[in-house]
Nanobody, 128 residues
């Protein structure tokens, strides 16, 4: 079983919205940062956004800045990705990820290798 469970994907028309969720699958969970990545067919996995768990500061890829928002519920160890004004190019499998390693001051964790645990992915399809 994957350490994280991401859900909320689906089919939506361009301009629409979806909210993805990511929660631990059940075992003890400790994180310093949560990230969202996506992978379109035939393309490499790409960074979408990240949140520092302590304090909740966020950082987004230019392609989603202003349209996507990461939020969290600390008590549930759950993180969300609110996606608005969706475009066909947002189509792909979305993965949440958790970083169990220390968070170094001044760093931005935008590489998949920065994260240690992953969800199984959830499909997002945006039709034109």
């Amino acid at each position: 079983q994957a350490p994280l469970v991401d859900s909320g994907g689906g089919l939506v028309q361009a301009g629409g919205s979806l909210r993805l969720s990511c929660a631990p699958s059940g075992r003890s969970f400790s994180t310093t940062a949560m990230g969202w990545f996506r992978q379109a067919p035939g393309k490499e996995r790409e960074f979408v956004g990240t949140m520092k768990w302590t304090g909740g500061s966020t950082y987004y890829a230019d392609s989603v800045e202003g349209r996507f928002t990461i939020s969290r519920e600390v008590a549930k160890s759950t993180v969300y990705l609110q996606m608005n004004s969706l475009k066909p190019e947002d189509t792909g499998i979305y993965y949440c990820a958790s970083r169990a390693r220390p968070y170094r001051w001044g760093q931005r964790y935008v590489q998949a290798t920065d994260y240690t645990d992953w969800g199984q992915g959830t499909q997002v399809t945006v039709s034109s």
